[in-house]
């Protein structure tokens, strides 16, 4: 594979031979997919497929969970994916960033059931999305463990251990509390949408936005209790019906 700046032709044309060797326009090494300009959109169609395949064939299981319990599945079986992407998205340009970021949270809402249209602010509260900033500590990570090889050295781990967005507890009934607050109005005549701020100021619902939701099961459930996370989900379940009664019982009156 001929690697070229990204708007260069190649000299060797793809399918001809060199020494009997194809010249190929993509080639997997290590687990990823690498093409002849290092975009990473290759690999990206991969994780795709890939991510597709594991949320069809985990559906019956994901309609039983948690939230969280998702979420942590997620972590697990779907990040990892791009996380062989990452490299190439250290010095890439802003538009293959961007592109990444859209996937992995595309991915992220539809492993665990949120609305297509959930804001970045309610994601940002449940899991960590900055592409260049994981990008860059996997590099930092990668070198320092190069130069340490190159040393003939042990490894030395400098510097704090990476803090992680701690998954909140969460029962599966929030995923829908988030999408209704995501869906049109009914009794608006699906001109707005049922927010927070939809319902408190026109129809006098007094219910949390999702981001503050979850900001206030945290703080009147919290986890230092020392609760048994079963009891804990029951608690946090009911406080989220509470809710959800609310505009349930008014998209009921509006139908």
């Given at each position: 594979?001929?690697?070229?700046p990204?708007?260069?032709?190649?000299l060797?044309?793809?399918?001809?031979?060199?020494?009997?060797?194809?010249?190929?326009?993509?080639y997997r090494?290590?687990?990823?997919?690498?093409?002849?300009?290092?975009?990473g959109?290759?690999?990206?169609?991969?994780?795709n497929?890939?991510?597709?395949?594991?949320?069809?064939?985990?559906a019956?299981?994901?309609?039983k969970?948690?939230?969280?319990y998702?979420?942590?599945?997620?972590?697990?079986?779907?990040?990892p994916l791009?996380?062989?992407?990452?490299?190439?998205?250290?010095?890439?340009n802003?538009?293959?960033?961007?592109k990444?970021?859209?996937?992995?949270?595309?991915?992220?809402?539809?492993f665990?059931?949120?609305?297509?249209?959930?804001?970045?602010?309610?994601?940002?509260?449940l899991?960590d999305?900055?592409?260049?900033?994981l990008?860059k500590?996997?590099?930092h990570?990668?070198?320092?463990?190069?130069?340490?090889?190159l040393?003939?050295?042990?490894?030395?781990?400098?510097g704090?251990?990476k803090k992680?967005v701690?998954?909140?507890?969460l029962?599966?009934?929030?995923?829908?509390?988030?999408?209704?607050?995501?869906?049109?109005s009914?009794?608006?005549n699906?001109s707005?949408i049922n927010?927070?701020?939809?319902?408190?100021?026109v129809?006098?619902?007094?219910?949390p936005?999702?981001?503050i939701?979850i900001e206030?099961?945290?703080?009147?459930?919290?986890?230092?209790?020392?609760?048994?996370?079963?009891l804990l989900?029951?608690e946090?379940?009911?406080?989220?019906?509470c809710y959800?009664s609310?505009?349930l019982?008014?998209?009921?009156l509006c139908?």
């Amino acid at each position: 594979m001929e690697v070229v700046p990204r708007h260069s032709k190649p000299l060797f044309p793809i399918e001809s031979r060199i020494k009997d060797i194809p010249v190929v326009d993509s080639y997997r090494y290590l687990g990823v997919l690498f093409d002849n300009k290092l975009t990473g959109d290759k690999q990206i169609e991969f994780v795709n497929r890939k991510i597709h395949f594991l949320t069809s064939r985990l559906a019956p299981l994901l309609y039983k969970v948690s939230t969280d319990y998702k979420i942590n599945l997620w972590k697990t079986l779907i990040r990892p994916l791009f996380s062989y992407t990452l490299p190439l998205m250290a010095h890439n340009n802003c538009t293959r960033v961007a592109k990444l970021e859209r996937h992995l949270k595309f991915s992220f809402k539809k492993f665990v059931g949120l609305s297509i249209t959930t804001e970045d602010k309610v994601l940002k509260k449940l899991i960590d999305f900055n592409v260049i900033k994981l990008a860059k500590e996997q590099e930092h990570c990668a070198l320092n463990k190069w130069r340490q090889r190159l040393l003939r050295a042990p490894l030395i781990e400098k510097g704090e251990k990476k803090k992680e967005v701690c998954t909140p507890l969460l029962p599966k009934v929030f995923t829908r509390y988030n999408n209704i607050q995501k869906s049109r109005s009914k009794h608006c005549n699906y001109s707005c949408i049922n927010s927070a701020e939809h319902l408190k100021k026109v129809h006098n619902l007094p219910v949390p936005p999702t981001t503050i939701l979850i900001e206030e099961l945290e703080r009147d459930f919290p986890r230092s209790s020392k609760k048994p996370r079963p009891l804990l989900l029951k608690e946090r379940e009911g406080r989220i019906y509470c809710y959800l009664s609310l505009i349930l019982r008014h998209i009921s009156l509006c139908i």
